[in-house]
């Protein structure tokens, strides 16, 4: 079993920066993908950014050129640095992980942790 743990998310103005990590733990494949997933209120959850542990990366559009997804496989976790937020950008962040390499890089995520929540005011 892995387990998940985000930490990082909060309140902040926009134009603000955050940065989220997840660490996991448990049998960690040596092959695996990670990612960050939003759910904004009363929309539906939608992925924001994937990174396989050889580097491979997945972003949606709409954050392009603010956030930045990283790795740091000897400790089994990964960021989510979020410069220029936008109060579009609110939502309960989460935490994937999944042994599956799919494409697009990240839909088989079956693996969650429990959220963290990141508020961008105006």
């Known amino acids: 079993q892995v387990q998940l743990v985000e930490s990082g998310g909060g309140l902040v103005q926009a134009g603000g920066s955050l940065r989220l990590s997840c660490a996991a733990s448990g049998s960690i494949a040596s092959i695996n993908v990670m990612g960050w997933y939003r759910q904004a209120p009363g929309k539906q959850r939608e992925l924001v950014a994937t990174?396989?542990?050889?580097?491979?990366?997945n972003c949606v559009d709409s954050v392009k050129g603010r956030f930045t997804i990283s790795r740091d496989n000897a400790k089994n976790t990964i960021y989510l640095q979020m410069n220029s937020l936008k109060p579009e950008d609110t939502g309960v962040y989460y935490c994937?992980?999944?042994?599956?390499?799919?494409?697009?890089?990240?839909?088989?995520?079956?693996?969650w942790g429990k959220g963290t929540l990141v508020t961008v005011s105006s």
């Open positions: 990174i396989s542990s050889v580097g491979s990366i």
């Open positions: 994937g992980y999944s042994r599956r390499i799919t494409f697009p890089l990240g839909d088989g995520i079956n693996v």
